[in-house]
């Protein structure tokens, strides 16, 4: 595909928003509250939630999680990003989950250059601007999103977002795996409490899990079942004891309890990295120390980068 830049060279994408228009994110961060996952437990509506799944989950020849070390990276750092931001702004875990999604379903159809981490940042911001206008009564001014190194305007970011609306179609009603958590709950544990914690644990998984393979090319429900069991079973379950406990769930075959048994064997695989790294490493993550934020210096250097830019383009940019 061309160079990124062709793409913001149609000036009647441009969207408008004032900050008068927009309304501003006013109340504290909090915690989500585990209540708002323990009240979906009708089948006709959890089938609905399937149905509605093939229509955005797709399979890739080329998978951004199977792509080259800089994507992978960079896609890392968005995620991070967003999820950050996510937590500087109050929003529900389903709007920064939402917007990975946008980041995913975009990846796989268009591609961005080794390097270009300021596309990458654009994108999050768009990705995450728009998942917020979808989920959140209350929404910052783009010029409040944290960008770091980069300072865009406000018409930049604007343009990236009918691009991204544009690039999806305008087909912007995912499914997360959240919904889903209080169905397997109760499917697991019937009438009976279940272990305390459990929802916090699973909702721990399923925002690991998505750092590691493509939010599309994976169903929901799948990552949702995996990570309820991930947070329900203290010893590793075995191929066949996963299939007795995923065997009630009629509007599923083999292929996907397969599905889950990988994904189930991929939390397993993350927690036990994760035992096995010293606490001094894991907390250097966030340092110039992870390959990730190496990677990033690494590139911004070849770009010239190390202080605030203004990022604007011009018709002439090609």
Known sequence: MGEFEGYFSCSSLLCHETEEEACCFETEPEEDDESLYLNAKDDEYIESLIQRETS???????PITDRNNWLQCARLNAIEWIFNTRTLFGFQLHTAYLSVIYLDRFLLKKSIADGKLWA????????????????????????????????????????????????????????????????????????????KGLVSKALHYIVAIIKEINSVEHRSSVIAAAAV???????????????????F???????????????????????????????????????????????EKSCAACNGAGTKRKLAFKESDQ
Not at 56 to 62: A, G, L, N, P, Q
Not at 161 to 177: A, C, D, G, N
Request: hydrophobic share 35%; with cysteine; proline share 5%.
């Open 56 to 62: 955005t989950t797709c399979s890739s020849d080329y």
């Open 120 to 195: 990458i940042r654009l994108l999050s911001v768009a990705c995450l601007s728009i998942a917020a206008k979808m989920e959140e009564r209350r929404v910052p001014v783009l010029s409040e999103f944290p960008t770091e190194d980069y300072r865009f305007e406000n018409k930049t970011i604007q343009r990236m977002e009918l691009l991204v609306l544009s690039t999806l179609e305008w087909k912007m009603t995912s499914v997360t795996p959240l919904p889903y958590l209080s169905y397997f709950i109760h499917k697991f544990y019937g009438e009976s409490a279940s272990p």
């Open 229 to 247: 069991l991930a947070a329900s079973c203290d010893a590793s379950l075995t191929r066949k004891e996963m299939e007795l406990k995923t065997g």
């Open 249 to 295: 769930i009629s509007f599923w075959g083999s292929p996907e309890t397969e599905h889950v048994f990988l994904c189930y064997n991929m939390i397993q695989e993350i927690e036990m990295r994760k035992c096995k790294t010293p606490t001094s490493v894991i907390s250097s993550n966030s340092s110039s120390s992870s390959p990730c934020h190496a990677t």
